[in-house]
């Protein structure tokens, strides 16, 4: 079966430092991959997506992405984080299968940002 | 665009009444998924539609929850009885054939 795994539930960082969150996935071929970001109490927001072409991928707010089929990963950098980037990200999967993007999530890293 | 539209935001009610849980998906989108956000399990798909139709609904937990989209402007997710162990964030997602979900905000549901 698809899973996603987040290694990391929680990750403390200082402003202005860099920033990894992992993505790590199990699943036979390449999906579509996605990280979302969810701010307290609000819905998700797309940051950005790979569906196939240059594996490293540029998002919204500074983020990229890396995907690398070798180790089946998809890890989310920002080279210097701002505090209001604290929040709590999500890595997804999207295996096209079935004639839908059926969305399987991570469990999420939660992101603290020290001033 | 005003993006998916869910309503109420928040929602509080006692065990055993009726829920209806409200979705307005952003116009043009064709597929609307329903899923629950809790602690214990994360986010998890409860049903997906495309054109209106209801195409996997697996991840319905019981019977006591039910999905209809009558239209393309609208979807509802009913709990009846409702019980404490649903209480979560419920997101409606909705997109353009395969492409990237865009979740509106959420209802928090407490039930007591």
């Known amino acids: 079966a698809q899973s996603v795994t987040q290694p990391d539930i929680h990750i403390t960082v200082s402003e202005g430092a860099s920033l990894e969150l992992r993505c790590n996935y199990s699943?036979?071929?390449?999906?579509?991959l996605f990280w979302y970001v969810q701010s307290p109490g609000q819905g998700l927001q797309l940051l950005l997506k790979?569906?196939?072409?240059?594996?490293l991928v540029q998002g919204i707010k500074g983020f990229e992405a890396e995907f690398k089929r070798s180790q089946s990963s998809f890890n989310l950098r920002k080279p210097s984080v701002h505090w209001s980037d604290a929040a709590e990200y999500f890595c997804?999967?999207?295996?096209?299968?079935?004639?839908?993007?059926?969305?399987?999530f991570g469990a999420g890293t939660r992101l603290a940002v020290h001033p | 665009d005003a993006g998916v539209i869910q309503s109420p935001r928040h929602e509080v009610t006692e065990m055993g009444q009726e829920v209806t849980l409200r979705c307005k998906p952003i116009?043009?989108?064709?597929?609307l998924f329903w899923y629950r956000q809790t602690m214990m399990r994360g986010l998890e798909l409860l049903i997906y539609?495309?054109?209106?139709?209801?195409?996997?609904d697996s991840g319905m937990p019981e019977d006591r929850f039910s999905a209809k989209m009558p239209n393309a402007s609208f979807s509802t997710l009913k709990i009846q009885p409702s019980e404490p162990r649903d209480s979560a964030v419920y997101f409606c997602?909705?997109?353009?054939?395969?492409?990237?979900?865009?979740f509106g905000p959420g209802t928090r549901l407490l039930v007591l």
């Open positions: 997804a999967v999207a295996p096209f299968s079935g004639g839908y993007n059926k969305l399987i």
């Open positions: 699943y036979g071929a390449t999906p579509y």
């Open positions: 790979y569906f196939s072409g240059d594996t």
């Open positions: 116009s043009g989108h064709n597929s």
């Open positions: 539609f495309n054109n209106n139709v209801p195409i996997d």
């Open positions: 997602a909705t997109t353009r054939d395969t492409e990237t979900q865009y």
